[in-house]
């Protein structure tokens, strides 16, 4: 059973940095697409950036300069650097990847929270 599972969160004063690791395990052929998300209190959850196989990325425009999506293949891992961090960054951060399995599957993890005071 695949499973993706998020490290690295955690209470940061404005302006600090954290990095964000999730790893998918199981039965995994390949992954494509993979990114994170983030839900905040009252808030929809929002796309923050997303990295292809190839190496495309892709940002919010509220996190371009600030953070950076990156992946290792080998380790089916991806990372989210968050420098400049301001306290509305604060949410529960979600990792998301298309994995192919027995057929191609959508799947989340199951969140990190990461707190911005200010």
């Known amino acids: 059973q695949v499973q993706l599972v998020e490290s690295g969160g955690g209470l940061v004063q404005a302006g600090g940095s954290l990095r964000l690791s999730c790893a998918a395990s199981?039965?995994?052929?390949?992954?494509?697409?993979m990114g994170w998300y983030r839900q905040a209190p009252g808030k929809q959850r929002e796309l923050v950036a997303q990295i292809t196989s190839g190496g495309y990325t892709n940002y919010a425009d509220s996190v371009k300069g600030r953070f950076t999506i990156s992946r290792d293949n080998a380790k089916n891992t991806v990372y989210l650097q968050m420098n400049s961090l301001k306290p509305e960054d604060t949410a529960v951060y979600y990792c998301?990847?298309?994995?192919?399995?027995?057929?191609?599957?959508?799947?989340w993890g199951q969140g990190t929270q990461v707190t911005v005071s200010s």
């Open positions: 998301n990847a298309d994995i192919h399995e027995l057929g191609l599957r959508n799947y």
């Open positions: 199981g039965s995994i052929f390949s992954i494509n697409a």
